[in-house]
């Protein structure tokens, strides 16, 4: 099957959607939902799950309800719901007035609890937690019958309601459903469907002390909310028969369950668990470091919301689990930031340049193209003088056969300038390094060509010394330097294969003018060097700081390159 708009062919879940549609299941409606556990920041594979559901919800004009699975009191916290429905909105999607709580059902969970015991469907167990794991067997060996399991409906009734009237302690009883000790699926062996935890929750408070289990809330919720395809990803494959059990013992609207394979990129992890480790150890600065796989760490290093939905729409859906290169995405990011970053010079390691042919005390503004890939964006006036900055690795005093930049008595142009002519070096006395250079000008190159049509083999970006801005330059890596993380030497884990190089400041960077009043969150591509955010948190007028997004060498392409 096709999609009408794209031309392409539909990928499982779409496909399942739409032969749906065709049958006038569910009378013809597509309505999805996206189902996070507020207990961390989106990361970019939530970013997959979303720009599914969501995304078929546009594509077929329907519907996709967020809806907060907050069942568990002990991980949960407001700060996460408001930053998930931020990440949410950036990434360009709209739950318009379809905002939903798990905790606003609570009260219909109860009674649908009350509803299976009475049919004898759903019984209180008394085993501990550590019993009930060992009756239940393995893969090879069948479970076996808690002593509880016969407990009469009445008794059932009446140590539930106690249950929740808070009248045990944790862990003293749960409410179980009652289906087969022996399948040979682990999650119909009689699942947990309650259990006490006396526990504050973010949105009730105090009312309950049993919460329903993930199991017992998720299916009910998609039916109250009229969900018509509940997509989750593979691990939840062996609960879509549990899915099923409830909604049909219960007798209610029923939405079909679908899975696809999660998101997992190389040099990620991708578990809230292992966030708030980094994050409370503090092998990051919090949950939005550039360096993290969260949403609001992409936003914070520059991603644009654009890119994160191109990448999600290459990697397509599937329904077997594969690892993604990381490389792809910053693929994906340099693309969108080509067409859209503003181009400027800025210099990170700056060697002194004076132009001895050029008058001092006298400074002009040259033009310098906005984008090439946007002629609309226009130009504006780059200032030059007799003394300037390039880049320390543009010069080298005795260069290399390859090296085609700036060398004693070579001639290079600079960007929407003139030629330049190295004439001499002046070193520092001590150490012998290069600390300036003296050069000369080309005034008739003005622009960057020569009326005599001689050429020049390299081109550098400059700043002007006399107008430049000073910046904080934060230049970011892969946080571990494992393609998989989680592939450690017996006795270590993940954090062993954290990247010490994942972050290196640069406090010496000279700016041209322009970028004095950057805004907090503006992207650029400084030219040559890469794209460049301004950092959301720490940067203000008078004091710039600017994260590195990604540099201009793409190796996704030198991969597709070499693949072929
Ligand atoms: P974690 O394991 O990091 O805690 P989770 O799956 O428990 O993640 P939820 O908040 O429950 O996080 O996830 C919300 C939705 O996002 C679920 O439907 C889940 O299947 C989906 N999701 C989570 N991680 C990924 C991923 N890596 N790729 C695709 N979808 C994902
Ligand atoms: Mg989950």
């Known amino acids: 099957m096709n999609n009408e708009a794209t031309g392409r062919s539909l990928d499982f879940v779409r496909s399942a959607v739409a032969a749906d549609t065709e049958t006038k299941r569910f009378d013809g409606r597509v309505h999805t939902r996206f189902p996070p556990e507020p207990n961390g920041y989106l990361h970019i594979g939530h970013a997959k799950s979303i720009c599914l559901n969501f995304g078929l919800a546009t594509e077929s004009g329907s519907l996709c309800n967020l809806r907060f699975d907050d069942t568990n009191p002990t991980k949960e916290e407001t700060e996460y719901v408001e930053n998930i429905m931020e990440d949410i909105r950036w990434l360009g999607f709209d739950w318009e007035d379809r905002l939903y709580f798990a905790s606003d059902y609570f009260d219909r969970l109860y009674a649908f609890a009350i509803e299976l015991i009475k049919a004898d469907k759903a019984y209180v167990d008394s085993l501990s937690a550590e019993e009930i794991r060992k009756y239940r067997g393995t893969l090879m060996e069948p479970g076996r019958m808690s002593p509880y399991c016969n407990r009469s409906i009445e008794e059932n009734l009446s140590l539930f309601e106690g249950m929740r009237a808070g009248e045990f302690p944790r862990g003293a009883h749960v409410l179980r459903a009652r289906i087969d000790m022996a399948s040979g699926n682990l999650n119909l062996r009689d699942p947990v469907m309650y259990r006490i935890l006396h526990e504050t929750h973010h949105r009730t408070g105090d009312k309950w002390c049993i919460y329903p289990t993930y199991d017992f809330a998720h299916g009910q919720s998609d039916s109250i909310e009229k969900i018509t395809h509940s997509i989750c990803t593979l691990e939840f494959e062996d609960h879509r028969p549990l899915y099923d059990w409830f909604l049909d013992e219960l007798g209610i609207y029923h939405p ?14 991708m578990s809230k668990r292992k966030f708030v480790q980094l994050v409370e150890e503090k092998h990051v600065d919090g949950w939005d470091d550039p360096r993290m796989p969260t949403l609001s760490g992409l936003r914070r290093r520059g ?3 654009e890119s994160i939905r191109t990448f999600c729409d290459r990697i397509g859906v599937s329904k077997k689990d594969s690892v993604v290169e990381f490389q792809l995405l910053e693929h994906c990011l340099r693309e969108d930031l080509n067409r859209r970053a503003q181009r400027v010079m800025a210099v990170l390691h700056p060697l002194r340049v004076v132009i001895e042919n050029y008058p001092e005390g006298e400074s002009e503004e040259l ?5 090439p890939e946007k002629p609309e964006a226009g130009t504006r006036k780059v200032p030059f003088s007799r003394v300037l900055y390039i880049e320390q690795d543009d010069f080298q005093e005795d260069p290399p056969k390859k090296f ?11 960007r929407y300038a003139y030629f330049l ?17 003296r050069c000369t000008y080309d005034p008739a190159t003005k622009g960057g060509d020569a009326p005599d049509g001689r050429k020049v ?3 550098l970006h400059w700043v002007s010394a006399a107008h430049a801005v000073d910046a904080e330059i934060r230049l970011y890596d892969n946080l571990f330097t494992r393609e998989n993380p989680d592939e450690t030497e017996e006795g270590e884990d993940y954090r062993s294969n954290l990247n010490p ?9 000279k700016l041209e003018p322009s970028l004095s009043t950057a805004a907090p ?22 004091s710039l700081v600017f994260n590195r997004t990604v540099s201009l060498r793409d190796s996704w392409a030198k991969i597709q390159r070499s693949s072929k």
């Open 457 to 459: 083999k390299a081109t």
């Open 367 to 371: 033009d310098a193209i906005n984008n």
């Open 521 to 542: 969150g503006c992207r650029y591509q400084f030219e040559r060097i890469g794209y460049f955010c301004v950092d959301s948190r720490d940067s203000s007028e008078g």
């Open 404 to 414: 085609f930049r700036l060398a004693p008595g070579r001639e290079v142009r600079l």
């Open 303 to 305: 991603f644009t919301p």
């Open 421 to 437: 002519t190295c004439t001499g070096v002046v070193k520092d006395p001590q150490t012998r390094e290069v600390v300036e250079l």
């Open 256 to 269: 079909q369950q679908i899975e696809f394979a999660r998101l997992s990129l190389t040099y990620t992890i």
């Open 501 to 509: 190089k994942s972050l290196e400041t640069l406090s010496s960077a």
